[in-house]
């Protein structure tokens, strides 16, 4: 009973800790890197001057996403009436099947988002 109590709080300190290190140990790097006297650029080279922005990669990912989950679904009805496979795993498989491949398709078409 009292063990959700427990667990919210610890979740929440874990993500306050990963952030905070990322970011605390980010700062330290670079003032070590500035009082040796470092050029500034370093932090920014190897970035491409053009990224494709955030919202239309989540768009599309989560388009693609979607689109997977509902033929996915339409596969599985397909299977279900032709086949002898039970329901609940066919559904299951076959959703997570596509959303993956949803996903595997997304991740291709924003590296080719970037490109451009």
């Known amino acids: 009973m009292g063990s959700e109590l ?23 790097e670079r003032l070590a890197l500035i009082e040796k006297g470092a050029d500034a650029t370093i932090f920014v080279k190897g970035r491409n001057n053009y990224t494709a ?7 599309l990912n989560l388009a693609l996403l979607l689109m997977g989950v ?22 299951v498989g076959s959703i997570f099947l596509m959303a993956g491949v949803g996903l595997f398709v997304g991740f291709y078409m924003t590296k080719n988002l970037d490109k451009e």
Do not use: Q
């Open 53 to 59: 922005p955030i919202w239309k990669v989540l768009i």
């Open 6 to 28: 427990i667990v919210v709080p610890i979740i929440f300190g874990a993500i306050f800790g990963v952030f905070y290190l990322y970011f605390s140990t980010r700062n330290k």
């Open 70 to 91: 509902g033929l996915g679904t339409f596969i599985a009805s397909i299977l279900e009436n032709y086949t002898t496979i039970d329901e609940e795993p066919l559904y």
